[in-house]
């Protein structure tokens, strides 16, 4: 899985890997860069933490995301989402 993805492999340990914290099943959305595209995906079965909201899938789900993000036909498919794009500047809140 890309590095950037946000989402991480399962270690089946039943914590979070990063906190230490419980884990629960969850449906989560998650955007992926691939080749300077952006994909989101819905729907994803995922394990997220309760604690620091760290998000990770099993290793057959990684596999599937994989195929998805692959599948140009059914990119093609998609329905379409409109997102903004700011360029950066310094602002004072
Ligand atoms: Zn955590």
Same mark, same amino acid.
């Given at each position: 899985m890309e590095a950037n993805s946000g989402i991480h492999m399962m270690d089946n340990s039943g914590e979070c890997h990063v906190c230490g914290e419980?884990?629960?099943e969850k449906y989560v959305k998650q955007a992926f860069w691939i080749k300077g595209k952006l994909i989101v995906i819905?729907?994803?079965?995922? =394990?997220v933490c309760s604690q620091c909201g760290e998000?990770? =899938?099993k290793a057959d789900i990684g596999?599937?995301? =994989?195929?998805l993000l692959g599948n140009v036909k059914r990119q093609r498919r998609a329905r379409r989402m409109? &997102?903004? &794009?700011?360029?950066f500047a310094?602002? =004072?809140a």
């Amino acid at each position: 899985m890309e590095a950037n993805s946000g989402i991480h492999m399962m270690d089946n340990s039943g914590e979070c890997h990063v906190c230490g914290e419980r884990i629960e099943e969850k449906y989560v959305k998650q955007a992926f860069w691939i080749k300077g595209k952006l994909i989101v995906i819905e729907r994803i079965p995922a =394990v997220v933490c309760s604690q620091c909201g760290e998000k990770v =899938v099993k290793a057959d789900i990684g596999q599937s995301i =994989v195929a998805l993000l692959g599948n140009v036909k059914r990119q093609r498919r998609a329905r379409r989402m409109t &997102v903004p &794009v700011i360029r950066f500047a310094r602002e =004072v809140a």
